[in-house]
């Protein structure tokens, strides 16, 4: 199949059609991404407030104390290859990340291209938060031990070149960790079309491990740790998710928290060498 895109990893153009013509795979390499229409939308609009709060997710701040379970997770995973140091947590949404960062005694910074997200995740972290997309602010942003790209790169238009811009501001010895979801888990080739991250308009790309850590590798990291990760849900979000209303249940049903690993998420840490 031609699309006018060509592929972010080889650079090739010629791709299949899979999951009902839903996404296209790249002959070559077997990178997954949307269909060409979804990369003309505005990220800057498209992640606003209306984005965390009746559309992907039903109240993404009342998610609060699910997400910082799953973050204080990462960051223990991070700590054991960085345990001190600047962060940047590329799409930090409400800046759960950074508190979390800030509490185990990292040095933490976000940034978001949506400008009212980016204030409210300072407002809410306490840690600077700037606006706008990584490749354009690389001089203004300084240096940093550790970036995070947290449910991150499918959403982007160009991750080859978010890497890349990444690696510029990596201090030499750094890490960048990234989780997304593995659409060659046994959850997602059992659900194909159905399977939960399977969302064209937001989740522009679709990841392997093995295409990830080609990726990474293409931009001038070491992977030094994948692992399978999973995550905490409120009962809220995940009746949200299902059927698109909470059906009215009592708060103490629906803010509580649940732990499920299905085998999907795959967290991939590198070195900058």
Request: proline share 3%.
């Amino acid at each position: 199949m031609i699309a006018k895109l060509i592929c972010n990893i080889c650079q090739q153009n010629n791709w299949l059609p899979i999951y009902k013509g839903l996404l296209l795979k790249c002959k070559y390499c077997g990178l997954v991404r949307s269909t060409d229409k979804f990369f003309n939308l505005d990220p800057s609009k498209l992640y606003n407030n209306s984005y965390y709060n009746g559309k992907d997710y039903s109240n993404y701040l009342e998610e609060g104390p699910a997400l910082k379970k799953n973050f204080e997770d990462r960051i223990r995973r991070i700590s054991k290859f960085k345990s001190k140091g600047r962060i940047l947590d590329i799409g930090a949404a409400y800046g759960f990340f950074l508190k979390v960062a800030k509490s185990r005694g990292y040095k933490p910074f976000g940034i978001e291209v949506n400008r009212s997200t980016a204030a409210k995740a300072e407002k809410l972290s306490g840690c600077k938060t700037f606006s706008g997309y990584l490749p354009g602010k690389i001089k203004k942003l300084g240096k940093y031990d550790v970036v995070t790209m947290f449910d991150v790169i499918e959403h982007l238009k160009d991750p080859d070149k978010y890497l890349s811009a990444s690696r510029k501001i990596i201090k030499k010895g750094g890490l960048i960790a990234i989780e997304t979801g593995n659409i060659e888990s046994l959850t997602s080739r059992l659900r194909k079309d159905k399977w939960r991250l399977v969302v064209p308009s937001i989740h522009l790309f679709y990841f392997s491990p093995a295409i990830l850590v080609k990726a990474l590798n293409k931009n001038g990291f070491e992977v030094v740790n994948i692992s399978s990760v999973g995550f905490y849900r409120t009962i809220k979000q995940t009746v949200f998710r299902l059927f698109g209303t909470t059906f009215g249940l009592p708060n103490f049903i629906l803010n509580r928290t649940y732990y499920l690993n299905t085998g999907d998420l795959t967290l991939v840490i590198a070195r900058k060498i």
